[in-house]
């Protein structure tokens, strides 16, 4: 797998069930896919986007394949192109 879009996930700390698949995908293929957060609501913080966004780096290996989205979920769903269209045109930062 190259690329996992995580849609409405905001990858807690104690979910250590989805943590383990992850690591396991990644370690199994030698590399980091490539991450693309899709999380984002109105309402969300900056603070908590900056803490969403540490739980993910942290996690991975490969730094520079996260990538952090100002999607929500339902943004993402509702748009009628190529995911990857939508996902370059609103990365974060």
């Not at 690329?3 to 199994?28: A, C, N, T, W």
């Not at 913080?45 to 996260?66: P, V, W």
């Not at 339902?74 to 930062?93: H, P, R, S, Y």
């Amino acid at each position: 797998m190259n690329v996992v879009q995580g849609g409405g996930y905001s990858f807690p700390d104690s979910d250590i069930h989805v943590k383990y698949l992850l690591k396991r995908m990644e370690l199994y293929q030698g590399r980091t896919p490539e991450i693309y957060i899709i999380n984002n609501h109105k309402d969300k913080t900056i603070d908590s986007m900056k803490n969403e966004f540490k739980r993910y780096y942290r996690f991975f290996k490969d730094k520079e394949k996260i990538h952090y989205t100002k999607l929500s979920f339902e943004d993402f769903c509702n748009k009628d192109v190529e995911a990857k269209d939508i996902i370059n045109q609103n990365l974060v930062g």
